[in-house]
């Protein structure tokens, strides 16, 4: 076993106790500080947390064994690594965690392990540690208490609660997030301590994004041009997952942005009174309190353009070129050039919910019921697949398929488009309770 990766873990956990290990990020930055130079073994501990190893380690109980077994076969399915790098990494929150680990693999559980006590670090002594360590021991250890929430839904909020790309994801009435279909990068991973007390959900492409009550947001997923980094975001009220970039929306109706940035979609910031936000593609578009719309991002083509939209409720992004907003009266009107996206939308009326997937746009009604305001494939009767549907009250239209959520707390899903490979499993919602 690592020693190094070991003391390090050990001094996190003695100066911030075990609560720091609920949030992914702070423990990542924190190994940067204390072991800059152990990169390689800081990656895999770190993928390690974020399959929320440590949470179901740690409430294991009895069961360990088995647990331990499952974890080390998903940290090998899942990260490409091989069993002794998998083992090695289980078997260093073994022992951070007090699980003893005989000569002979044997693995005591909880209510028979030996009691002793988790071995002290002597810091001074260590040479793991850098020279941040005393600096970082002055900070107060972070409080997990959850405050009350600051939300007041809109039904931009409301419909918030369901979201969907290569995957479905959903608060459930508990405050806990499910999520199915594609989990190529960990997506679907809300099963940890981190994802409680969810009251919105935004499916970007490959990653998930989680609003909790206190106005914090955790993630799980891709991270690689830092669409995650949510360590220092608060007092948050919305949150809209792109492609490759996150944007919050404060109380103070102010925004902000991590991630891609190269066609200027963070660029918000100096953005106020806003009271939505959509995160696209390539860009960014911001509601505000007056219905009015903001854009930022690649407007090379015209696509982008919104200085004729008023009273917009909300803003559906397929792909460039076909984008739609949904106007407070109920009624549908085209963003981007007149000449983008040749059809009209004006026989649409009573329309309380927009959402879209590249190809296609989906209207949710005021009397419940939901139709494909367009589709851009051969008709194959997908148009007719959600005309049953009944008593709904939000949609999320993903890359092939859509969700309903109903009135009465369950949940509908159904695969539109025409290549029935796409079927990940994304459409399991019917055991959801909303």
Known sequence: MDN???????????????GVFYNITTV??????????MRKERIQISNFLEIGGYFQLKYAEEQY??????LTTDFMDTYAVDEKVAVWVINIFSELLG???????AIYGVEERPKRPVARVDVQKSPYIGEKRQALMTVPRPKFNLGETKLAYTNWQFARRISADLHSVAVLKNG?????????DGQCFTNTYDWRDIVAVSAGSCYTVGLRTDGTVVGTGRNDFGQRNFNYWSDIIGVSAGARHTIGLKSNGSLIATGFNRNGECNVNHWRNIEAVIAGQDCTFAIKKDGHVLVSGNNNSGDLQVSHLENVADI??????RILALLKNGCIARVGRENHMRRSFAHFKNVKQISAAPDYFAGLMEDGTVKLLAYFWQSNGAEAAVSSWRNIVAIAAGRFHIIGWKSDGTMVGEMLHPDIKKNKGQINVGKWEM
């Open 99 to 105: 699980y003893n680990i005989t000569d002979e693999g």
């Open 316 to 321: 559906a992004y397929a792909a460039p070129g």
């Open 28 to 37: 990542k930055n924190l190994m940067n500080d204390l072991a800059p130079n």
């Open 176 to 184: 806990q997030v499910a999520a199915a279909g594609i989990n190529s």
């Open 65 to 70: 064994p088995v647990v331990r077994t499952r």
């Open 4 to 18: 190094r990766i070991l003391d390090t873990l050990k001094v996190i956990q003695e100066s911030y106790g075990d």
